[in-house]
């Protein structure tokens, strides 16, 4: 099926968009019927000499038929919902690879973990702006922020989620193609909110390991072995 939606290279990513055709389907069809009940009304009910004006209470069946209906339609999707929510936020599966992301005023600060496995040591290495990361490798990101609210998001992952000041939210994702993928700021954060941008390249293990031989000549850590 043709999309219109950004490339999809996430695992969980067709769950999402199953989603958000569903929805997008409901919603257009509500609005072509509301659009259409719109049109014949003003048509049927129009101005017209020698008629006057009727006052109507309403019809309580069909009121109950309105609000009945859409309540039961986003119950359902609600449970719909459920299973992926919980897999993309909640229930992130094991990883033995992860990256903590910092976001401030105007960047994004990638920090890796050295041989120790630990953040916070001298054996850290951190760039500024660009990700590297292995495909089909569950990458797991401890994303915080310096000073206001920002959001980290890569629309072909279909992962967003806000970085908020005090807090470390942790986040995943799998890329299934390498590639180059943009990482802006969704979130309005200042004046240069505009030039808050990355770059996520999804790199072969082979890529992966001449980069971070390249730039990291000391690594021997767990995400490069």
Known sequence: MMSWLPENVSTFGG????????????TGAVFLLVTALMILFLIQYRARAGRRAVYSHGNTA?????????????IVLSFMSVKTWGKVKTHAPPSD?????TAKQFNWEILYPG????????????????????????VRVILKSKDVIHSFYVPQFRLKQDAVPGREIVVWFEATK???????????CGFGHSGMRGWVYVDTPEDYQKWASATWPSTQSAQTR
Do not use: S
């Open 62 to 74: 069909l009121e109950i038929t309105w609000t009945v209906i859409p309540a039961v339609i986003l």
């Open 178 to 188: 390498p590639g180059k993928y943009e990482l802006p700021c969704a979130e309005l």
């Open 15 to 26: 769950e999402i968009d199953r989603i958000f055709y569903i929805i997008y389907y409901i």
């Open 97 to 101: 690879f992860q990256l903590q992301v």
């Open 115 to 138: 041989p120790d496995g630990k953040f916070g040591t001298e054996d850290d290495f951190q760039a500024d702006n660009d990700m590297h990361v292995p495909v089909n490798k569950v």
